[in-house]
């Protein structure tokens, strides 16, 4: 089983759409969770941490299930901009041990 | 905030050279680095992991002794790939861990190498 794992998509939506993205992650010991966005095979950059309570940062939501091993991303009111590659990542443990990354979701905002 | 300096951006060199990444945090220091590699249309992969003064960590499947990671002072990591193919070619990418300040992993812009 992978350690994260993302539907790939690609997700096409018209400008002004909701978007849900979902992620699961196979190692009960991570301790941070987080989505990144990657344009054009540059480095990622990141858009937020994930925490237990849910966490908004403006049109973007996140959310985290220890349970069951889930996180999510919710983009409202998508633009254009928001057209990228969104990466899940969790951490292997405690703070400072290395990132891993899921596969990606892409979704392309049109006019 | 912290800043890792990676270089260079791009590469292109003959198959059976080798070529050295460097990456340098500017402003902190960094005793953990991180070493990813990306193909096309797939996520990054986590290649090995150094900390400043010992043996990298090596991921299951990635050979050690084809990619050499030094990290032998808290400001510089470099990862050479030896006797480089084409299978080779990716995008390289590393990430520190930062410890202090603004807390948190930063990542490098990115090595393109070609393989030709």
């Known amino acids: 089983r992978k350690e994260v794992e993302q539907d790939p998509g690609p997700f096409n939506v018209p400008e002004g759409a909701t978007v849900a993205f979902n992620c699961t992650y196979s190692n009960s010991a991570s301790q941070s969770f987080f989505w990144y966005r990657q344009d054009c095979r540059k480095e990622p950059k990141l858009l937020m941490s994930v925490y237990s309570s849910g966490n908004e940062d403006g049109r973007f939501t996140a959310q985290l299930n220890r349970a069951s091993q889930y996180i999510s991303l919710l983009i409202r009111d998508s633009k254009l901009s928001d057209s990228a590659t969104y990466l899940c990542?969790?951490?292997?443990?405690?703070?400072?041990?290395?990132?891993?990354f899921g596969k990606g979701t892409t979704l392309s905002v049109s006019s | 905030g912290a800043v890792v300096s990676q270089h260079p951006s791009r590469v292109i060199c003959k198959s059976g050279t080798s070529v050295k990444i460097e990456c340098r945090s500017l402003d902190f220091q960094a005793t953990t680095m991180f070493w990813y590699r990306q193909f096309p249309k797939q996520s990054l992969m986590l290649m090995a992991t150094s900390n400043e003064g010992s043996k990298a960590t090596y991921e299951q499947g990635v050979e050690k002794d084809k990619f050499l990671i030094n990290h032998a002072s808290l400001t510089l990591s470099t990862l050479t790939v030896t006797s480089a193919h084409p299978e080779d070619s990716s995008f390289y990418i590393c990430?520190?861990?930062?410890?202090?300040?603004?807390?948190?992993?930063?990542f490098g812009s990115g090595t393109r190498l070609t393989v030709v």
């Open positions: 990542v969790v951490n292997r443990g405690q703070a400072g041990t290395a990132l891993i």
């Open positions: 990430s520190a861990w930062v410890a202090t300040g603004s807390y948190g992993y930063t």
